[in-house]
């Protein structure tokens, strides 16, 4: 199993940036798919998720309207738009991967600050 995550980086409040996560290993399309994340010094969390076949997604009550989780099955990759940051969305977002098994991948940073 493994998983590349991209599209971390700096961006201002405001702004706007796509996480990425490409997933190899094990049968994508049958397993849900999230986001978390993990400030420094706080426990991680759940940003979203979404069902194996791309239905309703939940989110974060704090990211709601902001955030969209989507996924590719074809590409077998999952993505999380992120729109109008705040400075406590700072963190290291981990793609998830759920079924009767769970997969982390290895985390990418994201600093919003201005």
Same mark, same amino acid.
């Given at each position: 199993?493994?998983?590349?995550?991209?599209?971390?980086?700096? @961006?201002? !409040?405001?702004?706007?940036?796509?996480?990425?996560?490409?997933?190899?290993?094990?049968?994508?399309?049958?397993?849900?798919?999230?986001?978390?994340?993990?400030? @420094?010094?706080?426990?991680?969390? @759940?940003?979203?998720?979404? !069902?194996?076949?791309?239905?309703?997604? &939940?989110?974060? %009550?704090?990211?709601?309207?902001?955030?969209?989780?989507?996924? %590719?099955?074809?590409?077998?990759?999952?993505? @999380?738009?992120? &729109?109008? !940051?705040? !400075?406590? &969305?700072?963190?290291?977002?981990?793609?998830?991967?759920?079924?009767?098994?769970?997969?982390?991948?290895?985390?990418?940073?994201?600093?919003?600050?201005?």
């Amino acid at each position: 199993v493994q998983f590349v995550e991209s599209g971390g980086g700096v @961006l201002l !409040p405001g702004g706007s940036l796509r996480l990425s996560c490409a997933a190899s290993g094990f049968t994508f399309s049958g397993y849900a798919m999230s986001w978390y994340r993990q400030a @420094l010094g706080k426990e991680r969390e @759940l940003v979203a998720e979404i !069902p194996s076949g791309g239905g309703s997604p &939940n989110y974060a %009550d704090c990211v709601k309207g902001r955030f969209t989780i989507s996924r %590719d099955n074809h590409k077998n990759t999952a993505y @999380l738009q992120m &729109n109008s !940051p705040k !400075p406590e &969305n700072t963190a290291v977002y981990y793609c998830h991967a759920r079924r009767w098994l769970t997969y982390w991948g290895q985390g990418t940073q994201v600093t919003v600050s201005s």
